[in-house]
């Protein structure tokens, strides 16, 4: 590190991995802002909007959520009253017409694909390219997940998920960075790029009950166990002075952190199940 005003290493943010049933997370290499890029306000204002994002962008088109809105529903209706026993809670709280980053803690391969099905709005959460093989990797790719490549700076995949939020669309991500015990007690510095120059507030959400309904090895959840997917406000990030800045983005990082962790306490101590 050579200073506050120095420019990053790219700074890796958690993304969802998938598996035969689910969407996890995996390290998303970033890449920082052009040099040109004009300082963002000091605080970001919940009516914010990304008409003016902060990146070059990859200038992807735009993904026609149609099939994704079709299928949902029927889908939702199957997982939620056949296959599993799943309480949503919070869903007031998702804002249907602005930029929004889904931010959650992550202990089991259902995280992500819970996110992306419980929503009333569209998700596309970054998944690493291993999983973009035959019907599943067709099938990620029909409902608008983004594949990632963890071998290098990806800056396809991020300045995808930059172009999404910058047309006032949703994108999920789960900062931890790798499924585990799901506490957020450190998140990487990804979202916090992301949120900074996508300038977008940031929803969390707590994912509870799903490391015990498919436990590390499962194939299929029991519907023994009973899921929270607990959705909070979302909040607005502080836009630093410097948006390149390795130690503004650290900073910015651990404030998402304070928050989701707050937000995944807040869920247990409601936990009545």
């Known amino acids: ?15 969802v991995e998938a598996a035969p049933v689910a969407v996890e997370p995996v390290p998303v ?15 970001l204002p919940a009516e914010t909007s ?27 209706v199957l997982l939620n009253r056949l296959v599993m026993r799943i309480r949503l ?11 929004l980053i889904f931010a959650g803690n992550h202990s089991s391969w259902l995280d992500g694909p819970l996110v992306v099905i419980e929503s009333p709005r569209t998700v596309r959460c970054l998944a690493k390219i ?7 990797g067709w099938l990620m790719r029909l409902v608008g997940q983004i594949p990632i490549d963890r071998g290098k700076a990806d800056r396809v995949a991020l300045h995808t998920a930059l172009d999404e939020l910058g ?11 790798t499924r585990g015990s799901g506490e957020m007690s450190a998140v990487q510095a990804g979202i916090a790029y992301l949120a900074v120059h996508g300038r977008c507030r940031v929803l ?12 590390k090895g499962a194939r299929w959840p029991k519907r023994s166990v009973r899921v929270r997917v607990v959705f909070g406000a979302p909040f607005a990030v502080e836009i630093p002075a410097n948006p390149r800045s390795r130690k503004a983005l650290a900073a910015v ?10 937000h995944l306490a807040a869920a247990r101590a409601g936990d009545t199940v």
């Not at 802002?33 to 306000?41: G, R």
């Not at 291993?130 to 599943?136: A, I, N, T």
Request: net charge negative; charged share 25%.
């Open 1 to 15: 590190m050579t200073g506050p005003d120095a420019e990053p290493a790219e700074p890796t943010s958690a993304v």
């Open 29 to 43: 290499a970033v890449e920082p802002a052009p040099a040109a890029v004009e300082p963002a306000p000091a605080s």
């Open 50 to 76: 990304a008409k003016q994002p902060l990146h070059r962008g990859a200038e992807s088109k735009p993904y026609n959520d149609i099939l994704h809105r079709t299928l949902k529903p029927p889908v939702r």
């Open 89 to 99: 809670e919070g869903v007031e709280n998702i804002p249907l017409d602005e930029p």
């Open 130 to 136: 291993e999983m973009y093989k035959g019907f599943l």
């Open 167 to 177: 047309r006032g669309k949703a994108i999920g991500l789960f900062p931890e960075g």
């Open 204 to 215: 969390p959400v707590a994912c509870l009950g799903t490391g015990d309904a498919l436990p």
């Open 253 to 262: 990082a651990e404030d998402i952190r304070v928050h989701l962790a707050d």
